[in-house]
């Protein structure tokens, strides 16, 4: 299974194993970690899924133009490692890797 490790902005950490072919968002949400809304469920429209890509970032392939576009609306800055967790599937078995969770997504 791939794993996920969600860094909160008070520093901590939780490391999650996810099923193949499931986000990063809806692995927050099935988990009930904080600082991950998910808002409108994966459509990319509401930005509340925002996260920062600590590495492993060829693992996935650039944002969509919908994705690039929701990231210019997220309630935390934009960054160059920003990306929609909703979009981030990971599909390796072993894969893994490390998000950062950003103080606000309202
Ligand atoms: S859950 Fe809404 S944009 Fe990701």
């Given at each position: 299974?791939?794993?996920?490790?969600?860094?909160?902005?008070?520093?901590?950490?939780q490391?999650v194993?996810?099923?193949?072919?499931?986000?990063?968002?809806?692995g927050a949400l099935a988990n009930q970690l904080p600082g991950i809304?998910?808002?409108?469920?994966?459509?990319?429209?509401?930005?509340?899924?925002?996260?920062?890509?600590?590495?492993?970032?060829?693992?996935?392939?650039?944002?969509?133009?919908?994705?690039?576009?929701?990231?210019?609306?997220?309630?935390?800055?934009?960054?160059?490692?920003?990306?929609?967790?909703?979009?981030?599937?990971?599909?390796?078995?072993?894969?893994?890797?490390?998000?950062?969770?950003?103080?606000?997504?309202?």
């Amino acid at each position: 299974m791939p794993t996920v490790t969600y860094v909160f902005d008070d520093g901590s950490k939780q490391t999650v194993e996810l099923p193949v072919a499931m986000s990063v968002m809806r692995g927050a949400l099935a988990n009930q970690l904080p600082g991950i809304v998910g808002e409108c469920g994966g459509s990319t429209t509401c930005g509340t899924c925002h996260v920062y890509l600590d590495r492993s970032t060829e693992m996935f392939a650039p944002p969509t133009d919908d994705e690039d576009e929701m990231l210019e609306w997220t309630a935390a800055p934009r960054a160059g490692n920003s990306r929609l967790s909703c979009q981030l599937v990971p599909t390796q078995p072993g894969a893994e890797l490390v998000v950062r969770v950003p103080d606000k997504q309202v």
